[in-house]
């Protein structure tokens, strides 16, 4: 069966650094997304690994490696407004988004 | 660029009856619109997948007699719930792609549906 994990709930303070993992096994690969989604709204793209490595955007930077089936988004400076869930999604042979249950991160000040 | 736009935001029904939501695609044609539904504290569950001018892709245990979805054109897909039932109640949001190969799939703001 095709799976995604990624640990449910993490905290971290204003400022700091966090890492938040996901681990997948799927039929096939064709790209790793990672969205932002704050409660009651609808996801929004931070990032997209397709080939291994560090992909850095601004305070957000996503790692992949396709043979540990393993990524990971990274998370600078936080802030306040960074309290989200953070989804991790992997596209799959037929081009389907197969998406994990999601990270809910907490800041505190 | 890239946006999608979702109507309702929220509705409110009654049991028994039907509500269609529409979600299109404003600024790009979107070859391919997926329709997703999300419980409280829970992840997307993809429900369909529809292709303008195609019969959609209903994902196991999603009642496709329930849950129709027409893909008219390439900027709108509609999804109508029949029928609704409190449990029916969720938050469902659609997203569309341009093609295949480009990665990104864009989000539109999603519909909050409460059954009475």
Redesign the interface.
Known sequence: GQNIDQPTEMTATEGAIVQINCTYQTSGF??L?WYQQHA??????LS?N?LDGLEEKGRFSSFLSRSKGYSYLLLKELQMKDSASY?CAV?DSN???I????TKLIIKP | GAVVSQHPSWVICKSGTSVKIECRSLDFQATTMFWYRQFPKQSLMLMATSNEGSKATYEQGVEKDKFLINHASLTLSTLTVTSAHPEDSSFYICSARVRPEVPEQYFGPGTRLTVT
Do not use: I
Request: charged letters at 10%; zero cysteines; hydrophobic letters at 40%.
């Open positions: 064709n790209g997304f009651g709204e609808a996801p929004t793209f997209y397709v989804l596209r081009y389907q988004l998406w994990g249950a999601g």
